[in-house]
Structures are given as C-alpha cells and as structure tokens.
C-alpha cells in the first residue's frame, strides 16, 4: 500500500507503508573525500582526515574503532547532522545537504519523548508525516510486533527496560521507512543477553526489509557478528585504515570459532593502528 507524505522541501512522494516483509529497500551512500575539523576558540580538534567510502544499498557496514576516532562524526555527517569541512555525502547519488526521512540516526540511549507511551512514540513520525489516525496505528501496531512489544503499547519509556526501549526507538525508526538506518551504538548500554537479542532482532529485520544500515561499535565481536562489512577507524587523526569483508555464514553467533578468528584477526590491526598513531604522537612520524 502506498501514501503520500509531504517532505521538508514540501514536495510529495510516494513511500511504501506496506506491512509486508519487504518494504522499501535501502539506499547506496557515497561518501567522497569528507574530513571534519572542530574549530572552537580553545583548541581545534581534526575529528576525521578526509574519508572515502562506498556502502551499497542494502548493505550492512559496522564502523570499528576505540573512542574518538571519528565515528560518530561521520555518522552524523553521513545523517545530515552536522556539515564536513570537505567532501560531500550522496544517498543514492543525490548530495546530502540535510537530514531526511531516508536516513534516520539511533543512539546508544534511545531517545524516546517521554510523554508518549510506546503507541504515541511509534506514531510521532507518521503524525508528522500527515498519516491518518486508523493508518497511523495499523503501521505503528505492525513495526511495534516486528520488534517484540506487543502488549507494551501503552507502556510510557520510564516503565520499560533499556533492551525495550530500544526496541521501541528502533520501531519508531522503522515506522517512517528510511532507506538507511544509521546506529551509533545503539546497544552500547546492555547486557550482553540482551543486546545478543538485539544482535538476532535486528539482523531479522535487516534481512527481510533490505534497509541499508551503518552501524557504530567498539566492539569487534558485534561487528563480526553483524556486518557484511567492517570498516577499522583510527584515532589522531579518525581516519578510515581498514575495510574487512565478512563473509561468515548468518545467522552468526558470537561464540563461533570462525567469528572469533576473524574478530581476533581484526583486532590485531586496531592494536598495529593504535600503537603507530602513539608513536606518531611521540615522534611526530605519520604522514
Ligand atoms: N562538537 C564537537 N566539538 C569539538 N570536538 C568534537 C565534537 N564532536 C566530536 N569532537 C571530537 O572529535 C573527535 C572524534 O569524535 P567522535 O565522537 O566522532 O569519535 P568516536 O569514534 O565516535 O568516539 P566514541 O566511540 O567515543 O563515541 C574526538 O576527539 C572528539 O573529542
């Protein structure tokens, strides 16, 4: 079934609300020579040197890299959030300059209104989108279901646990049907039970809608576990080392031994990285 919605620009287009497994599909992401640079009146940070990366549609790509090395940076650059200092963003070849309903971003702590029960936060986007109030539900029941909470719709965020609201926030996601989910560790809060639910939930929905996601971990059994790609980030300055395709069977389970070899694998070049950014700070020797 297909509606229209009015867009920020106010053109109209037609998005699939289909409640069938396949909805919509993902979008490619190009990203060309983006670098960002922080400039305030104490320090200037470089954030990120300047980063090229190709995501087909529908791929599922894991950013790997320890603590600021840029990662959220070219998350949120990639969602429209914040502007690079060079290079340019395409969704689907079109140039980003802004966010969209295609590429929604998903934090660590899902952020949920917290006057709205389960119902109302699934429904705000569609709200917003001048859905109709029966379509409204029907659409927010359906992806409330595909994550689990059935029977939680009236539940508000304070009454529910972090693997739920996640769930939730994922479900709101869902609910707009963008091309590309962007998550910047969405399950960094967890317990390892829960978030290796989430691991299952979220490969089953990628799996059967097709979205394109890039998502954001330290992690590298996450990233193993759930990408077809991962891409290895560096600190001082973020930069983009390593591209590792995965081509584990799935479901795949973090226990596996082949996961673990190539997560070992992987980790050793984070540490070569990590130990040649130090030295370059010691030294001064990296070009
Ligand atoms: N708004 C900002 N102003 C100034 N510096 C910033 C800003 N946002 C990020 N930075 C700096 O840019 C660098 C990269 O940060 P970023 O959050 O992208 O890293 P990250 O790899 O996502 O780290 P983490 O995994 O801890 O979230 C860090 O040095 C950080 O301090």
Same mark, same amino acid.
């Given at each position: 079934m297909s509606i229209l919605r009015t867009t920020s620009s106010q053109s109209r287009e037609k998005i699939n609300t289909s409640t069938s497994s396949n909805d919509g599909g993902g979008i490619s992401i190009r990203v060309e020579g983006v670098s960002k640079t922080f400039i305030s009146r104490e320090k200037t940070v470089e954030a990120l040197r300047p980063v090229d990366l190709? !995501? @087909?549609? /529908?791929?599922?790509?894991?950013?790997?890299?320890?603590s600021g090395c840029g990662k959220s940076t070219l998350l949120s650059i990639?969602?429209?959030l914040e502007t690079a200092s060079s290079g340019a963003i395409y969704a689907d070849d079109k140039k980003v300059d802004g966010p969209g309903t295609d590429r929604i971003l998903l934090f660590q702590e899902a952020a949920l209104f917290p006057w709205l029960d389960v119902q109302?936060? !699934? @429904?705000? /986007?569609?709200?917003?989108m001048g859905i109709p109030a029966k379509q409204r539900a029907e659409t927010a029941r359906h992806f409330i279901d595909t994550v689990h909470l059935t029977g939680f719709e009236r539940s508000y965020?304070?009454?529910?646990?972090?693997?739920?609201?996640?769930?939730?926030?994922?479900?709101?996601?869902?609910?707009?049907?963008?091309?590309?989910?962007l998550m910047?560790?969405?399950?960094?809060?967890?317990d390892a039970f829960t978030r290796d639910r989430l691991h299952a939930e979220l490969e089953s929905i990628w799996s059967s809608t097709r979205k394109t996601i890039l998502f954001v971990t330290h992690n590298v059994r996450e990233a193993v576990a759930l990408g077809d790609r991962v891409v290895v980030f560096a600190p001082r300055p973020g930069r983009i080392v390593r591209n590792f395709k995965i081509d584990l069977p799935r479901p795949?389970?973090?226990?596996?031994?082949?996961l673990v070899d190539v997560a070992s694998d992987i980790l050793d070049v984070l540490r070569s990285e990590m130990e040649a950014s130090?030295?370059?700070v010691v030294h001064g020797t990296r070009h």
């Open positions: 190709e !995501v @087909e549609a /529908g791929e599922f790509v894991c950013f790997l890299g320890p990639i969602a429209g109302g936060n !699934v @429904e705000f /986007g569609l709200r917003q965020p304070h009454q529910l646990s972090g693997g739920m609201r996640q769930r939730a926030a994922i479900a709101r996601a869902l609910a707009i049907n963008p091309a590309a989910l910047d560790e969405p399950f960094g809060a967890l795949r389970s973090l226990e596996d031994h082949n130090e030295e370059e």
